[in-house]
């Protein structure tokens, strides 16, 4: 059981670049997220799903897009490259259900380190 | 009203020693305030999670204690040990259907053995 896996790892972009942060969870998680992590700044939601098909913004979703074909995959695109975009970026999945009394974490990738030069 | 503060932004603790990081809110509407743990190049980890309607929770070496009416919330880790080295975020959870964490800035502790 892999849980969330990112790919890459790392990377380096020049502004202007395009680029797919690709996320995948093989624990058919219904909800999805994207955050981007700054030193000293926390985590910052970019955009989230709810199931296959659906995704809205989160607080910081300028610069990027989503998609969410399958329940499996949901990947984050940068289409023009900025400074300003350089972080670390996690996705996370939950399971969701209706009763909150048993809520169940986010489990969270262990990133993709994104530099823009 | 969505933010949720977090201190200190660092702390160093001698082994055994108890760490005390804090957290306040200010949106009541929030009803789920899990904690995070994240060691260097990892993705964050859940260590423990409260809800408003008990004080404290104890799970293993970790604690949480909750203030409803001070809108506060802290992790005590008790006799600390080196590998609790980390950076710990707390976080609040509204009541809605998407259940979009707010997270704090993080605290770095380091444990010196």
Redesign the interface.
Known sequence: NAG?TQTPKFRILKIGQSMTLQCTQDMNHN?MYWYRQDP??????IY?S?GAGIT?K?EVPNGYNVSRSTTEDFPLRLELAAPSQTSVY?C?S?I?NRN?DR?Q??H????TRLSIL | QQQVK?SP?SLIVQKGGIPIINCAYENTAF??F?W?QQFP??????LI?IRPDVSEKKEGRFTISFNKSAKQFSLHIMDSQPGDSATY?CAA?P?S?????I????TRLKVLA
């Open positions: 969330v909800y000293g700044m926390g985590l910052k939601l989230y709810v809205d989160g996690f996370a939950q969701r909150r809520e974490p986010q969270f990738g262990d990133g | 977090q932004q009803d789920y899990p995070y190049g990892k993705g964050p980890a859940l999670a975020f959870s009541p259907g998407t259940y979009k964490y997270f704090g800035t993080g």
